[in-house]
């Protein structure tokens, strides 16, 4: 099992930055990706971004690109969000997956941790 817990979120206006936190602990090493997914009102849950724990290597949603950052260390995973819009505005979870293509896929995700809620205001 694999425990993951996200931390980082809140309340900020549109043009910010925030910089989420997931910590996973447990076995860790049946994990070689995370990633993080969003879920906005009202909408279903979608992919934003996946990192390799050992290569580095990164995908990320076209609706983020050139604005949000993935990056590991240790045992954490970080999303860097910049130019923050409304559009942002979900709670974000943390994901932990065989590889990034199985994280980016969304339908093969093993862990998830329960969430933290992002609200960009106008």
């Known amino acids: 099992q694999v425990q993951l817990v996200e931390s980082g979120g809140g309340l900020v206006q549109a043009g910010d930055s925030l910089r989420l936190s997931c910590v996973a602990s447990g076995r860790t090493d049946s994990s070689s990706a995370m990633g993080w997914f969003r879920q906005a009102p009202g909408k279903e849950r979608e992919f934003v971004a996946t990192i390799s724990w050992n290569s580095g290597r990164s995908r990320y949603a076209d609706s983020v690109k050139g604005r949000f950052t993935i990056s590991r260390e240790e045992n954490t995973v970080f999303l860097q969000m910049n130019s923050l819009k409304p559009e942002d505005t979900a709670v974000y979870y943390c994901?932990?997956?065989?590889?990034?293509?199985?994280?980016?896929?969304?339908?093969?995700?093993?862990?998830w941790g329960k969430g933290t809620l992002v609200t960009v205001s106008s």
């Open positions: 994901a932990a997956g065989s590889s990034t293509a199985a994280i980016s896929s969304g339908t093969r995700v093993a862990y």
